[in-house]
């Protein structure tokens, strides 16, 4: 069955670098996008953006565009998500999602807990 | 806050139906129909229930229909039962190319 699984829990200080991985499984890899999501704590969702795993294309929130890397490795079907300059209001889960292939998404990764603290 | 609203919550008894509202603006929900809802479990990731509106995917009950008027799209689940007690939440495209999701509505069976 088609499913994505994120790399674990991660900790950071301020201003550091934090990279996600999203490994995908039981679909082809280069046939959908992949989204990326976040949920503060006591927030809704966010839409950081997506990116085509056969081009390296990327659509990225306006929110994030300075501050986000999305990147692609086939040879192991993972999406990587990359944020820069953590600040600790990026503390949140962060999901892949795939797109769903008609403007919508479907299968989601299980998250990944960021903390942000110094 | 959420771009799209959603009531936090809803309840109803087993067998009931109940209906969730979302409510976006002429430039998300009712510029396009590609509305979708999903369930979440505590501490499972979220399921998707209903795409473009209407559309349920492969294995999700036909319990589950969705619907839309103008800016507001609803979610009704019909013969409430145990297991559909979650966290149901929205989501649509918007015509800034990007995506927004409502905050998410918390369904309890009574």
């Known amino acids: 069955q088609v499913q994505l699984v994120q790399s674990g829990a991660e900790v950071k200080k301020p201003g550091a670098s934090v990279k996600v991985s999203c490994k995908a499984s039981?679909?082809?890899?280069?046939?959908?996008?992949i989204h990326w999501v976040r949920q503060a704590p006591g927030q809704g969702l966010e839409w950081m953006g997506w990116?085509?795993?056969?081009?390296?294309?990327?659509n990225y929130a306006q929110k994030f565009q300075d501050w986000v890397t999305m990147t692609y490795d086939t040879s192991i079907n993972t999406v990587y998500m990359e944020l820069n300059r953590l600040r600790s209001d990026d503390t949140a889960i962060y999901s892949c999602?795939?797109?769903?292939?008609?403007?919508?998404?479907?299968?989601w990764g299980q998250g990944t807990t960021v903390t942000v603290s110094s | 806050q959420s771009a799209l609203t959603q009531p936090a919550s809803v309840s109803g008894s087993p067998g009931q139906s109940i209906t969730i509202s979302c409510t976006g603006t002429?430039?998300?929900?009712?510029?396009?129909?590609?509305v979708s809802w999903f369930q979440q479990h505590p501490g499972q990731a979220p399921k998707l229930m209903i795409s473009?509106?209407?559309s349920r995917p492969s294995g999700v009950s036909d319990r589950f229909s969705g619907s839309k008027s103008g800016n507001t799209a609803s979610l009704t689940i019909s013969g409430l039962q145990a297991e559909d007690e979650a966290d149901y939440f929205c989501?649509?495209?918007?015509?800034?190319?990007?995506?927004?999701f409502g905050g998410g509505t918390k369904v309890t069976v009574l």
């Open positions: 989501s649509s495209y918007t015509r800034s190319t990007s995506w927004v």
């Open positions: 990116i085509n795993p056969t081009t390296g294309g990327t």
């Open positions: 002429i430039n998300d929900v009712g510029r396009y129909n590609y």
């Open positions: 999602v795939r797109d769903s292939g008609n403007y919508g998404m479907d299968v």
């Open positions: 039981g679909y082809t890899f280069t046939g959908r996008n």
């Open positions: 473009d509106v209407t």
